[in-house]
């Protein structure tokens, strides 16, 4: 139960809360620049989700059995030649971000060449995206996110955890460069002042949405206390002190008009 | 072949302004927004892609010969990579706080396409010194770009400068004055976009000086 609970923690922190394009400002580059059109952009978010997924999965096994100090099979190989008193000397880690990158590059690779044999209309569908997400550093991102969970944590993450963060990252991704994609439609009709076309609306459109995404910021906790609660949740007089300090509320409110009503 | 381009200094120069990496090329957005909360951070970071940079230009210069086309960007992603590495220990080493601020995207240095479009554009074709002082000169105009962005982000969200408290301190009645949102994510997107469009219809203002200034001494001329 426990486990459930900390899965759908998980999912709900990384696909909403803290939304990666959004809250981190992973993955830029593709929510600017293939974000013009509603089908492409679904397109690209689908093969988004489809690489972070694998990606994630092989990073989390070679992180856990390989790089992170005293791994089994890296002490494993270091007993076959020098005698190893303290497993935890033997560390890897040093190599992580090489080891990183070559798996998301093959892992890429080796997605296209499957996709191109076994589902040819999937693959035509991607289309170009496919090779582009080499770079695309929400990919990066959600493999150091896992290693820091994994690395030298208090409760390591496991192979479920390491998933669930993969999947619903992607669907987060997805999701925000559709919205994007819809606003973009819309905003083709609309008299934008010479200067900001292009980039410069898109950016600040981003910046309207990352202000209403934070408006899911604190729902975890709300989760997370309603789904552990031994007895169904009741208003009690103890809740009020739980809930963030309502002078950070307060803070808050009126900010988003000020911020973008004031510099136009 | 590489005596008919510009030279080293001409290299320099365009990458300030002119090629500016972030209002120019919209390249390396992922930085640009994420450490720009205040000017501490986001001189390190620039520091970061200055080293990492520098020495990955220099190394695919010094290759550029033996690259097979097909591998390069295997090649000059392991490059940085390594040299990623390098400058995040040393980070972790010297500059603990801040290495704990800046977080992952330190590593993520790796996929800023920033360096690795220098390191296919430039550095593959040219000699080392064209190839190192491009990387310095792009440097220097990514650092621009984001101490423009950084000084805006912290004045108004902190009311202070590289940490130094110029107005608004903490404790006192003005605190509430500070825009709070410019230190939180929509700020960095709100903030690039209304100077990335300034810096557009500034471009733009100058283009057409410059044409009319060509056309009248035309005129000139022609009498």
């Known amino acids: 139960m426990e486990y459930a609970v900390g899965l759908i923690l998980i999912a709900v922190s990384s696909a909403l809360i803290n939304n990666f394009v959004l809250h981190y400002f992973v993955g830029i580059c593709p929510f600017l620049g293939v974000s013009r059109r509603l089908d492409t952009a679904f397109g690209m978010g689908c093969a988004v989700t ?11 096994v070679f992180t856990y059995f390989i790089l992170q100090p005293g791994a089994g099979v890296s002490v494993a190989v270091a ?5 190893v008193e303290d497993p935890a000397s033997v560390d890897l880690s040093i190599l992580s971000y090489i080891v990183y990158i070559f798996v998301i590059a093959s892992s890429v690779q080796f997605v296209e060449m499957y996709l191109r044999k076994f589902f040819p209309t999937l693959y035509k569908s991607f289309g170009v995206y496919l090779p582009l997400i080499t770079t695309n550093c929400a990919i990066l991102f959600a493999c150091l996110y896992i290693m820091q969970k994994v690395v030298g944590a208090e409760e390591p993450w ?3 955890q390491a998933l669930t963060l993969a999947i619903f990252a992607g669907l987060g991704f997805t999701v925000a460069i559709v919205i994007m994609a819809g606003i973009r439609e819309e905003l083709d009709f609309c008299d934008v002042p010479g200067p900001l ?16 995404f934070m408006g899911f910021a604190g729902m975890d906790r709300g989760l997370e206390r309603a789904l552990t609660a031994d007895e169904p949740p009741v208003h009690k007089a103890g809740h009020v002190p739980e809930f963030p300090p309502k ?13 973008e009503g004031g510099p136009r | 072949m590489a005596n008919d381009g510009p030279t080293p200094t001409e290299r320099f120069l365009r990458g300030v302004i002119p090629e500016n990496p972030v209002y120019r090329q919209l390249l390396g957005m992922c930085p640009t927004l994420a450490v720009t909360g205040n000017m501490k951070a986001a ?3 620039s520091g970061a892609v200055l080293f990492v940079l520098f020495c990955a230009n220099v190394i695919t210069s010094l290759i550029r010969g033996l690259l097979k086309p097909h591998l390069r960007i295997l090649v000059f992603t392991l490059t940085i990579a390594t040299f990623v590495t390098i400058a995040d220990r040393f980070l972790a080493a010297y500059l603990y706080r801040m290495s704990k601020e800046l977080g992952a995207y330190i590593p993520l240095i790796i996929v800023n396409c920033i360096i690795i479009c220098r390191c296919e554009v430039c550095a593959s074709r040219q000699s080392v010194p064209h190839a190192a002082a491009d990387a310095v000169g792009q440097s220097l105009g990514f650092a621009l770009a984001l101490a423009s962005i950084a000084t805006v982000r912290e004045l108004l969200g902190a009311g202070s400068w590289f940490g130094v408290q110029l107005f608004w301190a903490k404790g006192t009645a003005a605190e509430q004055y500070r825009w709070s949102i410019m230190a939180q994510p929509p700020g960095a997107f709100i903030t690039l976009g209304l100077l990335l469009g300034a810096a557009v219809w500034i471009g733009n203002s100058w283009e057409k000086r410059r044409k009319t200034r060509a056309a009248v001494r035309e005129a000139g001329e022609a009498d």
């Not at chain 1, 007993?79 to 005698?83: G, I, P, S």
Request: charge should be positive; glycine fraction near 14%; hydrophobic fraction near 55%.
């Open chain 1, 50 to 60: 489809f690489v972070i997924t694998i990606a994630s999965l092989l990073s989390w």
């Open chain 1, 79 to 83: 007993r076959l030649f020098v005698t």
């Open chain 1, 158 to 160: 496991g192979i479920g």
């Open chain 1, 197 to 212: 076309k292009g980039a410069g609306i898109t950016l600040i459109v981003a910046g309207i949405l990352a202000l209403a």
């Open chain 1, 247 to 259: 002078a950070d509320v307060g803070d808050n409110a009126p900010r988003p008009g000020n911020a």
């Open chain 2, 43 to 45: 001189m390190t970071m």
